[in-house]
Every structure is written in structure tokens, then in C-alpha cells.
T-cell receptor
Framework: GQQLNQSPQSMFIQEGEDVSMNCTSS?????WLWYKQDPGEGPVLLIA?????ELTSNGRLTAQFGITRKDSFLNISASIPSDVGIYFC?????????????FGKGTRLSVIA | GAGVSQTPSNKVTEKGKYVELRCDPI?????LYWYRQSLGQGPEFLIY????????DSGLPNDRFFAVRPEGSVSTLKIQRTERGDSAVYLC????????????????FGQGTRLTVV
């Protein structure tokens, strides 16, 4: 099935560093979402973006909905060990009802203390 | 319960057998989704229920896969004649929204069922 292009695939960073990851698509989405998944768990929503150009923060996390509606990025500032996990972007097209999420392949983040 | 509950958490079955995976959504959530996540991949859509009916089953890979939600709450994903390629984590998610455009469409995921076909 269709998946979004997410990069980087993995990252190894020092505790305290900032992190940036992004997601692109060949088609337009009306909503962009960023999830974090820990081992053995389901994805947990971090940030949801509903309008092109929107910049939203959630604590140390900041995400933006690209103007073209074909991309989004997620930044994590001052990383800490509990930031370790897999981060997924997801896009959604909203019509008259719900439409399923299309996910990227994930960015695996490792934080070295 | 407070969150989406999936049972069993792990299932090992022999090739060719039939399996059922259960999802208990958050109470009051009308929308329910099944996704499949293979190792190293993001979740891939299988089927979406709005209430009791399957609003979109375009992600089901073939006719061995079937899902029901008879009373608009609990859903069961059924896989017949399992194959080794069916091994994956099967995720269920539910959300509150109904049929109208609504930005409040946050989907809450369960912890998944890890299916292993040997």
C-alpha cells in the first residue's frame, strides 16, 4: 500500500541535542499527524496539524504542515533518553467521512546519554 | 476500559489455521480501524468501520481476511488459511468522529496483536 517518504530512517544523537525529521508525499493531505511508538505498544499521537502552513508545538516538540500540503517536519529540542522510540508521520485526507491514515516507514531515534 | 484493548497480545499459529483477533474500542467511539504493521514498516490500513458497517475495506489483502463489528463496538478480524506472510502486528484504532468533516479525528491505538504463523 501507499506509504509516505519519511527520513531519516534512523538517528543516533547525544542527549541534549535537537532532532529534526521530515515526511513527504507525492499527493496532498488535509491533515498531518506525528506519532511515537514504543516497543510492544501502539502508536501514540504527539501532534496533529490541520491547516497548510500551521506550526504547532507540544512541549519540546514542534511540527509544521507544509504550504504545499505534501510535506511535514517534526523537531524535538533538547532530547532526553525517554525520547527513544520510533516516530511515524501520517497523512489523512478528509472528505465527507473519515479516511484511513497513510503512514511513513518511521524514524528510529536513539539517544546516547 | 479507558483505552483500546486488543486480545490476544500474542498469537502463534500453524500455517493453514484460522485465527480471530479481537478489538475493544474506547466506549462511544463510532469509528474503528484495523492496520497491519510488518517489521520495520509503518502501519498499513486494512479496514475501517463506521458503526456496524465496513465503510472502507480496500486495504484487505485478499479474501482470506474478513472483519466484523456486529454491534458497533467490539470488532473481530478473521484470517482464514493463514500463511507465513501474514505474520505481523495487527493494530486496532478507534476515534470519536462520525460522518462529518471534523478536525478532531484523533485515532487512539491499541497495543496490537503480534501474529506469528509458523
Amino acid at each position: 500500500g501507499q506509504q509516505l517518504n519519511q527520513s531519516p530512517q534512523s538517528m543516533f544523537i547525544q542527549e541534549g541535542e535537537d532532532v529534526s525529521m521530515n515526511c513527504t508525499s507525492s499527493s496532498i493531505f488535509n491533515t498531518w499527524l506525528w506519532y511515537k511508538q514504543d516497543p510492544g505498544e501502539g502508536p501514540v499521537l504527539l501532534i496533529a496539524l490541520y491547516k497548510a502552513g500551521e506550526l504547532t508545538s507540544n512541549g519540546r516538540l514542534t511540527a509544521q504542515f507544509g504550504i504545499t500540503r505534501k510535506d511535514s517536519f517534526l523537531n524535538i529540542s533538547a532530547s532526553i533518553p525517554s525520547d527513544v522510540g520510533i516516530y511515524f508521520c501520517a497523512g489523512q485526507r478528509l472528505k465527507s467521512g473519515n479516511t484511513p491514515l497513510v503512514f511513513g516507514k518511521g524514524t528510529r531515534l536513539s539517544v546516547i546519554a | 476500559g479507558a483505552g483500546v484493548s486488543q486480545t490476544p497480545s500474542n498469537k502463534v499459529t500453524e500455517k493453514g489455521k484460522y485465527v480471530e483477533l479481537r478489538c475493544d474500542p474506547i466506549s462511544g467511539h463510532t469509528a474503528l480501524y484495523w492496520y497491519r504493521q510488518s517489521l520495520g514498516q509503518g502501519p498499513e490500513f486494512l479496514i475501517y468501520f463506521q458503526g456496524t458497517g465496513a465503510a472502507d475495506d480496500s486495504g484487505l489483502p485478499n479474501d482470506r481476511f474478513f472483519a466484523v463489528r456486529p454491534e458497533g463496538s467490539v470488532s473481530t478480524l478473521k484470517i482464514q488459511r493463514t500463511e507465513r506472510g501474514d505474520s505481523a502486528v495487527y493494530l486496532c484504532a478507534s476515534s470519536l468522529t462520525g460522518r462529518t468533516q471534523n478536525p478532531n479525528t484523533e485515532a487512539f491505538f491499541g497495543q496490537g496483536t503480534r501474529l506469528t504463523v509458523v
